[in-house]
């Protein structure tokens, strides 16, 4: 299975259920594409159709209280069917195993024990058979992010689950991954992130009242942005410094980092979707209330907040992998029911239209590297900027002159001309276009001239161009 | 008219900044839609056979840079040479060229 043939909205916003309430209406006007709802029981099935009729996609856990490593009883089994019957895709079961609440009262929850893992993953795996039987895609178990080496430490428990799963079930594990699997975490970011100021290099960052969504300059790749590695230098996911010594997955691609690292080295995994069924930057709780959980970075406020989440969605579609679709904010009454009122987010949002995700068609099992992780280390021979046929041209002309002042492409208004050039001269071709044409791209170039790097922009607002360029020219990649 | 034109070039001079094309050229572009390139090696591509224009703009102190550039490597390719020192001039030119429908300018006689 490719990574593009997952069917979702392509809108990597997301919202969590206050326990299976959400307000699909309010979503919508907010201009969302993801609902995590926790089901009670079969309940919440008119809420998931009118979830999809919006294209918000669904994300469906059927809850149960400190499951362990239980499995899956058979009413769950037949609710989640009854989901899949209306429509539902998006499946999750068992969620944060590596916290004590998920599990009944003075059970052994030690990710080193075979005896804690085993059944665990015996029973996701049964669980996860069972989804794709019915057509539907399930979640590889989310974590909750701690990382210090106790037996809540996150690391520690994705190497105990997969392991396992190495040792005892390698071939229905890869069976599973490239059937519909995709992986869930749960990225609480805290204030990792911050955007530096207008000419002000890599490790400066604005304060909370300079922060503007519509400006690039944002940085979500902690612990890999420049000012985490000014402080602690060659600290990874993984820790390796004696800072970190257990790791450091508290941020948005953290978790994602691990699982996918591993997936790749131990079940030869390209590409599978991964989703923050939780997480975001966790909200102020009333206008005075001013966060800052690590002191080497800007504080957030009430207001900041919107511009801040707003500004991750967007960075999650243009910069963080392929692989990566999102995340649902935790939780609804969080953002809309506090004592406070809404947060602004929802409004800044509303304005603000949503960047859609381009999934590219990788193999969930096979070698990416070429296409994912080649590093353009040298820029190709020749770079065309191509406006696809009824692409509205004054978008170009009016967001893209500073874009254009510093890589000076060519533009590209026939691309008969593409076969005029050697093929070994490297040419790469930076098409803009709207949703729809995506595919006569693929036709009409990749399939063409298959070693012609195509670099597709997708929007359907000026300024979503304007930004993506923008975001381009900061960080001084041509190329997305 | 004589012989269609298969490959229209809009090339800008080096020190020629982006205003130059969005501001002085868009409607030009959005008439005669030509190839715009700060890369001549992109004429290369060419087949020898078919018939090529180059539009050229280029300030004073690049223009000579730029002709001789279009002599010595491309000598068959009909060179529209466009020099001036201020985008408002290319802007006003390119504007009429797209008015009157004559992409290399409106031919002497006419």
Known sequence: MNLNEYRWSLNPRGMHSALNYLNIELLSRHRFGWAKIVALSDGEIALAENAMRENITPIIRIYRERPGNAPVDSLALQQYQQYRDAGVRWFEHYNEPNLDIEWPSGANKNPNDRAVVGPLMDNWLAWAEFIISIGGY????SLADVNDGTHLDTISWIRGMLNYLFDVHYERFRTVLNNGAYIAVHPYIANHFYQEMPNGGPTSARPPHLQNADEGGWHFEYPYDPINQADDPGRTVYGGTPLAPFGDTV????????IHDLLREMFGVGAIPFVGTEGGIPPPVGLEDVRQQDNRYPPYTWYSHAEATAAMFDWIATT??????????WKFDEYYLTASGELPVGTRLAQKPPMIKPVPALPALGDIDAVVFETPVADPDHHFVFLVPNFETAWFFQQAETYWDTFKPSLLSDLEFLGNIPPEKTVAVTAITGPDMVDWLTENISERWPHIRLDVIIVDQPQALGQQLAQRVLIGRRLG | MGTAVQYHFLYFAPGIGARWFFEGAQRYWQTFRPIVTYDLNLIE??????????????????????????????????????????????????????????????????
């Open chain 1, 138 to 141: 399930p979640a590889f178990p």
């Open chain 1, 251 to 258: 941020s948005l691609l953290g978790s994602t980092t691990v």
């Open chain 1, 320 to 329: 963080a992998p392929p692989w990566f679709f999102g995340v649902c904010l």
């Open chain 2, 45 to 110: 591509y060419t087949p020898a056979d078919e018939s090529v224009v180059v539009t050229t703009i280029a300030r004073s102190d690049t223009a000579d840079f730029v002709r001789e550039e279009m002599q010595k490597r491309f000598p068959s390719v009909r060179h529209d040479a466009l020099v001036y020192d201020y985008v408002n001039y290319v802007l006003l030119t390119l504007e009429a060229r797209a008015e009157q429908n004559h992409p290399f300018g409106r031919p002497l006689g006419q």
